[in-house]
């Protein structure tokens, strides 16, 4: 999957539009930091480091467009662009870790002396460099977690994996998806089951449409058929991604895949979460402080915009659910495999951040 969820054009954010995925490939086109926080709210593009990254060009497109002429009010209508954006969807930590990240940058530029109309070239550029770090730093993150992950695959095996944690979902390769596609490399002898995952269908429309790309096989399964499959002894391992994970290793990813994180525990089988250390949140103690993004109930009153409800049903609909770091095997991160108990193996790898010449192979 070479294609790039989010790019930079001209001054413009060009937004590769997931919704009409597989079917049609289409870039939006957004001129304004509403239209890209939008672009985030409605999904057109998703997964956890593909939203950090959108609101990291969101943010140095609503830079150019700041009209002030001292650092304050600058920063105060940065402030605001920056809120709006980190609102749009609160489970993934990766919109806010990016956001930060920027404003970082603001700062560092905001503080060198000299007069702020030359400051102002050198925040336009210096952010637009800083969005498209953290877009190629992704990527170079999710080919290292494929390295590591790979080793957890072994020749021939089955794997399950829920959502897309693929290409689409990063800044390219992907987590869940990046392992299997590591282990495709090294073996040529896996079979992935691909969970469709309602109400959105990213597995259906998105993980098959990449597994298709790279020619790796992979039977699509409804949700509740991952029960059946294990009990057949058709699944060898499970492997996710993740929108959040506390310091405890609990972990916030798609609704369902705590189901599937009970049923592997179930039938004996590893459970695996793939995530880059922006997905990590030190802060939080355990999964429980995770705020769980509650989305339209329409999405599961219909499928692809058709209603299959009656006309007075009602539904729930949380876009994700917490996996307790028990039902966890390990988690695969750039800076190596972790294991239990990972109040630990996150506290020693969050002291020790990869240095740019280690990322840079
Ligand atoms: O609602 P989505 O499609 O943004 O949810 C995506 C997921 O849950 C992914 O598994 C997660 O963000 C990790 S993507 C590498």
């Not at 992935?192 to 039977?219: C, F, H, M, N």
């Not at 770091?325 to 750039?334: M, V």
Request: proline share 5%.
């Amino acid at each position: 999957m070479s294609l790039k969820v989010v790019r930079w054009h001209d001054g413009v954010v060009q937004m590769l539009d997931q919704r009409r995925l597989p079917g049609t490939v289409e870039y939006l086109e957004l001129q304004t930091v509403e239209e890209v926080g939008e672009g985030i709210a409605h999904m057109a593009v998703r997964g956890a480091p593909a939203i950090g990254i959108a609101a990291a060009y969101g943010i140095a497109l609503a830079a150019r467009s700041i009209t002030a002429t001292t650092p304050d009010d600058w920063m105060e209508a940065f402030q605001k662009a920056k809120q709006g954006l980190a609102a749009t969807r609160p489970t993934a930590v990766n919109l806010v870790w990016a956001l930060d990240r920027m404003e970082a940058c603001a700062r560092r530029l905001l503080d060198r002396d000299g007069d702020f109309a030359n400051t102002r070239s050198l925040l336009d550029e210096g952010l637009l460099a800083e969005a498209r770090e953290i877009d190629e730093e992704d990527e170079w993150m999710c080919r290292r977690m494929g390295d590591f992950g790979a080793v957890l695959v072994p020749d021939g095996a089955s794997v399950l994996t829920h959502c897309n944690a693929g290409g689409l979902a990063t800044g390219g390769y992907g987590t869940a998806v990046g392992v299997i596609r590591s282990a495709w490399t090294r073996h040529s002898n896996l079979h992935v089951y691909v969970d469709e995952t309602r109400p959105l269908l990213q597995g259906a429309r998105l993980t098959a449409w990449e597994l298709s790309q790279e020619k790796i096989p992979y039977t699509l399964i409804t949700d509740n058929m991952a029960g059946w499959f294990m009990r057949c002894k058709k699944i060898d391992l499970a492997v996710v991604g993740a929108d959040r994970v506390a310091s405890n290793g609990d972990v916030a990813n798609k609704i369902g895949t705590y189901s599937v994180a009970v049923l592997c525990h179930h039938h004996g089988i590893p459970f695996y979460v793939a995530a880059p250390f922006s997905t990590v949140d030190m802060s939080l103690r355990s999964g429980e402080q995770i705020p769980i993004e509650q989305r339209n109930p329409n999405e599961v009153l219909a499928v692809q915009g058709n209603r299959v409800s009656p006309h007075d049903a009602r539904a729930a609909n949380p876009a994700f659910d917490v996996t307790p770091h028990e039902l966890i095997s390990a988690i695969i991160t750039e800076r190596g495999v972790l294991r239990p108990p990972f109040t630990e193996s996150l506290a020693t790898a969050a002291a020790h951040p990869l240095e740019r010449s280690e990322t840079a192979r």
